[in-house]
């Protein structure tokens, strides 16, 4: 019953940007690890970011660091991914992801059906 839907992506030239967004709707926002993830063509899905239990912040995979910044806002149960300085590396298709923390349901593992990035050169 957990449903995370994407928007936000699209076709920019490098150098460029783009803001991501995840809502999340079917149970508590707070009892969800958030994480975003990609998915290049011909490769495996890769982790992007990963939003920090406790407090402010996220941690980040080294290709996008300082350049990928993740954070919630959770009056509105959505996920932000705010992409900046695009290469055409950074292509792939963007899904979001939530673990559920606690509760009958922890551990369960949700997706959302990704949006497409692409980057020219």
């Not at 063509?41 to 290709?63: T, W």
């Not at 300082?66 to 950074?90: A, C, H, I």
């Not at 009958?104 to 692409?118: F, I, L, M, S």
């Amino acid at each position: 019953q957990v449903q995370l839907v994407e928007s936000g992506g699209g076709l920019v030239q490098a150098g460029g940007s783009l803001r991501l967004s995840c809502e999340v709707s079917g149970t508590i926002f707070s009892s969800l690890h958030t994480s975003w993830y990609r998915q290049p063509p011909g490769k495996q899905r890769e982790l992007v970011a990963v939003r920090f239990i406790n407090g402010e912040g996220a941690d980040y995979a080294e290709s996008v660091k300082g350049r990928f910044t993740m954070w919630t806002d959770n009056t509105k149960n959505t996920v932000y991914l705010q992409m900046n300085s695009l290469n055409p590396e950074d292509t792939a298709v963007y899904y979001c992801n939530a673990r559920v923390l606690w509760g009958v349901n922890k551990g369960a593992d949700y997706w959302g059906q990704g949006t497409q990035v692409t980057v020219s050169s």
